[in-house]
């Protein structure tokens, strides 16, 4: 299933990594009741890039199910990442298991992995130096490094630098589901990791709830999301990946279409010209400035 259809304005193809999607939601495997809800669920997102942990891709279910056996490998990228490490000597042995794994299997996704080096279990939120330091022996070792970091403008660039292919700044703490929290360092980063390189790949990791948390993030100029929780744990998984797929769309094409200024005082949509009744509150007949299509009066701080 692609994103959208070939006729809908905006949506240029995603490169990543070396690779080019048409999807710009990225979904994880995580926390679903059923593998089977799991493959419905990858299936209605829309998504072409699936994250899994390594640690559990060899775990069995009750029924002696792999996930894997529910993951179309000739559909999907797999992109292994190293959910539940703490140190960067363990990111990197995970990383490694990964790729020995999805080389066997012969899926693209072999030489990436979604680095998370984590800080503690409390918080889940990445270990700046650590981050920092896999990334740099991943990428000596050939990997295509998509790490996981916070949002703070000069740690993303840090990791920039350490030659990560893809930085993604947390919107807020994993699984809480508060949607981006501060938009305003998600912005900065953006413009700090796209200095000299405006087509460097962000993406929004960690933290969405709901559609209209996706939406705003690619309204601020996000170039994906990476999200699950989000959709594993709704009440219709299904049903909220679809909305997911949609609002990824929406969210993309509203940032290019260019929102309107916000002002303080309203601004009518129809000419004043020609009304059958006076207008209150214009004095001497005259319409107030602004009334009708005037630039109005910018919201402070905006």
Same mark, same amino acid.
């Given at each position: 299933?692609?994103?959208? =259809? =070939?006729?809908?304005?905006?949506?240029?193809?995603?490169?990543?990594?070396?690779?080019?999607?048409?999807?710009?939601?990225?979904?994880?495997?995580? &926390?679903?009741?059923?593998?089977?809800?799991?493959?419905?669920?990858?299936?209605?997102?829309?998504?072409?890039?699936? #994250? +899994?942990?390594?640690?559990?891709?060899?775990?069995?279910?009750?029924?002696?199910?792999?996930?894997?056996?529910? /993951?179309?490998?000739?559909?999907?990228? @797999?992109?292994?990442?190293?959910?539940?490490?703490?140190?960067?000597?363990?990111?990197?042995?995970? *990383?490694?298991?990964?790729?020995?794994? /999805?080389?066997?299997?012969?899926?693209?996704?072999?030489?990436? +992995?979604?680095?998370?080096?984590?800080?503690?279990? &409390?918080?889940?939120?990445?270990?700046?130096?650590?981050?920092?330091?896999?990334?740099? #022996? !991943? %990428?000596?070792?050939?990997?295509? %490094?998509?790490?996981?970091? $916070?949002?703070?403008?000069?740690?993303? !660039?840090? +990791?920039?630098?350490?030659? *990560?292919?893809? +930085?993604?700044?947390?919107?807020?703490?994993?699984? $809480?589901?508060?949607?981006?929290?501060?938009?305003?360092?998600?912005?900065?980063?953006?413009? /700090?990791?796209?200095?000299?390189?405006?087509?460097?790949?962000?993406?929004?990791?960690?933290?969405?709830? =709901?559609? =209209?948390?996706?939406?705003?993030?690619?309204? !601020?100029?996000?170039?994906?999301? !990476? /999200?699950?929780?989000?959709?594993?744990?709704? *009440?219709?998984? %299904?049903?909220?990946?679809?909305?997911?797929?949609?609002?990824?769309?929406?969210?993309?094409?509203?940032?290019?279409?260019?929102?309107?200024?916000?002002?303080?005082?309203?601004?009518? $949509?129809?000419?004043?010209?020609?009304? @059958?009744?006076?207008?209150?509150?214009?004095?001497?007949?005259? %319409?107030?400035?602004?009334?009708?299509?005037?630039?109005?009066?910018?919201?402070?701080?905006?």
């Amino acid at each position: 299933m692609n994103a959208a =259809s =070939s006729t809908e304005p905006g949506l240029s193809p995603f490169r990543i990594a070396g690779r080019t999607f048409t999807s710009r939601l990225l979904v994880g495997t995580g &926390k679903y009741k059923t593998y089977d809800l799991m493959r419905d669920a990858l299936d209605a997102s829309g998504c072409e890039v699936v #994250t +899994v942990a390594v640690r559990r891709e060899r775990l069995y279910n009750e029924q002696g199910k792999s996930l894997l056996e529910f /993951l179309d490998l000739k559909r999907y990228t @797999i992109l292994p990442n190293t959910a539940g490490c703490f140190s960067a000597d363990d990111a990197v042995r995970v *990383a490694r298991l990964g790729r020995d794994i /999805l080389e066997q299997l012969g899926n693209p996704g072999a030489d990436w +992995v979604k680095l998370e080096v984590l800080g503690d279990k &409390k918080t889940l939120l990445p270990d700046p130096v650590g981050t920092i330091d896999a990334t740099r #022996t !991943l %990428v000596k070792d050939g990997f295509k %490094v998509l790490a996981y970091c $916070s949002d703070d403008p000069i740690a993303a !660039l840090r +990791v920039k630098e350490a030659g *990560a292919s893809s +930085v993604m700044p947390a919107g807020s703490p994993i699984g $809480s589901g508060q949607g981006v929290l501060n938009k305003c360092n998600i912005v900065l980063c953006l413009e /700090l990791l796209r200095q000299g390189d405006p087509d460097y790949p962000v993406i929004v990791d960690a933290g969405v709830g =709901s559609a =209209s948390d996706v939406g705003f993030a690619m309204e !601020l100029g996000a170039d994906g999301v !990476l /999200l699950n929780t989000a959709i594993a744990h709704a *009440a219709d998984p %299904v049903m909220m990946a679809h909305a997911m797929r949609h609002a990824c769309i929406a969210g993309r094409q509203s940032a290019l279409a260019g929102r309107i200024p916000k002002k303080l005082y309203a601004t009518a $949509s129809s000419p004043w010209e020609g009304t @059958i009744s006076s207008i209150g509150g214009a004095a001497g007949g005259e %319409v107030a400035h602004g009334a009708s299509g005037g630039a109005g009066v910018p919201i402070p701080g905006e």
